[in-house]
């Protein structure tokens, strides 16, 4: 019967465990074992073994059987098996019941009140067959009474405790907000994270909906922050959604500054890690103030990647003093981002072209395009375009055409395949048949 027990006890104790948690809850029945039951057991046979004159056996039957001088082992081993029998299904009891107090902790909701049926049911069931157990046993089969009572308990939840979690479905509330429901669809979110409180994608929806349908960016902030708060969260997860919370505040928040907070806790969080580094990359490339931000918003021409005739536009007129103003104050925030990050081509190529196009300092925006060249791992097609810019400045700006000759030369030698090289190739020619022109005209006749 105790080997019965003790087998049954195992079997329902790891199937109350979630799998993950197994190895560990196996590690600790086999130390329960010893210390719940083998351990009282052995002192329980030591107790009445009869150690000395002084310390006689507990039991009165076995102290009898030693004084009357006759054989005592079997007197011995019914007291031995009758402990057994009181301790085995105590221990049972008292392992089931601590093993489904474990599996239940925390439950909500539906889940809850189905195991809460389930006590009762076999609670009431069972309850008057121990009663009589007990009354007809005494005290010694209580924990048997105890133990018939609880082990229909942990047979049976498992299968509500562990039930397959269903995952949430939004596809409601993405057609709410397809029809512009916004509304209806806030609501249909809502109702699936309550029945799945840790679910990210429910969370991120509902911040989503919150920032860019409601316009409430300090309330999406806030959903964020708790999702990323949630022990449950990656770090992958947590970027993300810092990520999505930095884009609210460029677009519609239109506030650089409440980005580069969000991004930054990325970096204070995850330090040293690939995802710590991307956000202070990104940092490093936000615009500095909200002006600077409507600017790069503003639609603005792109230019042509290959040469054309711009070579031979003038140059355009000085801007007003107001122009120059802005041009200069981009220009220094250009080189502030250049000072956390050298390797920032966006901001050395708009440096460059705010050098010559508008603050009328030509070699310094040639200098930013060298620098730009000299850069590793930069795409064929930009150099080329780099190289046409380059020689486009030399002739609008400095009249140099033996310098924009050269240029255009690398520009053939060293990207043949471009269409800035097919362009480059004819001004060459043109260059050529204007300098035989110019020596035939003063050649004597």
């Known amino acids: 019967m105790g080997t019965i027990l003790v087998s049954a006890t195992w079997m329902l104790t790891i199937r109350l465990t979630p799998e993950p948690a197994r190895p560990e809850q196996v590690r600790w029945l086999r ?225 650089p500054e409440a980005a580069r907070w969000s991004l930054q806790i990325i970096c204070d969080r995850l330090k040293g890690t690939h995802l710590a580094h991307m956000a202070q990359l990104r940092i490093n490339q936000l615009p500095t103030t909200a002006e600077e931000l409507r600017e790069q918003q503003v639609a603005k021409p792109i230019p042509l990647p290959a040469l054309g005739d711009s070579l031979d536009e003038e140059p355009p007129a000085p801007g007003s003093t107001l122009e120059r103003h802005r041009a200069a104050r981009r220009a220094n925030e250009c080189v502030e981002k250049l000072k956390q990050d050298p390797n920032n081509v966006p901001a050395r190529e708009t440096l460059a072209r705010l050098f010559a196009e508008h603050l009328d300092r030509a070699d310094q925006g040639i200098e930013q395009i060298t620098l730009l060249l000299e850069m590793p791992d930069q795409p064929e097609a930009r150099r080329a375009e780099w190289c046409g810019l380059m020689a486009a400045w030399h002739l609008k700006y400095h009249h140099d055409s033996a310098a924009a000759r050269e240029v255009l030369e690398r520009l053939v030698r060293e990207f043949p395949k471009t269409p800035q090289a097919l362009a480059a190739r004819r001004r060459i020619q043109l260059m050529d048949r204007e300098q035989r022109g110019r020596q035939s005209s003063t050649q004597p006749s």
Not at 101 to 120: H, M, T
Not at 171 to 199: F, N, Q, T, V
């Open 31 to 255: 130390l329960w074992i010893i210390k719940g039951l083998m351990v009282p057991m052995i002192i329980w046979a030591v107790m009445n073994v009869g150690i000395s004159r002084n310390l006689q056996p507990f039991m009165p039957q076995v102290q009898i059987a030693q004084n009357s001088g006759r054989g005592w082992a079997a007197a011995f081993f019914e007291v031995l098996l009758a402990g057994l029998a009181v301790m085995g299904p105590t221990w049972t009891a008292a392992t089931l019941g601590w093993a489904v107090a474990q599996a239940a902790a925390g439950i909500k909701g539906e889940v809850r009140s189905e195991f809460k049926a389930l006590c009762w049911t076999w609670g009431i069931g069972v309850a008057l067959p121990a009663l009589v157990l007990v009354f007809f046993g005494g005290w010694p089969v209580l924990g048997l009474a105890a133990a018939a009572v609880i082990a229909p308990i942990a047979g049976r939840a498992p299968d509500i405790l562990q039930r397959m979690k269903r995952p949430p479905l939004y596809a409601r509330a993405i057609a709410r907000m397809k029809m512009g429901k916004y509304s209806e669809a806030e609501w249909e979110i809502i109702r699936e994270l309550e029945k799945c409180e840790d679910d990210f994608e429910g969370w991120m929806m509902l911040a989503e909906l919150t920032a860019i349908h409601f316009h409430d960016l300090r309330e999406a902030e806030k959903t964020v922050l708790e999702a990323c708060s949630h022990p449950g969260t990656s770090k992958s997860q947590m970027s993300v959604a810092l990520h999505r919370l930095a884009d609210w505040h460029l677009k519609p928040g239109g506030n």
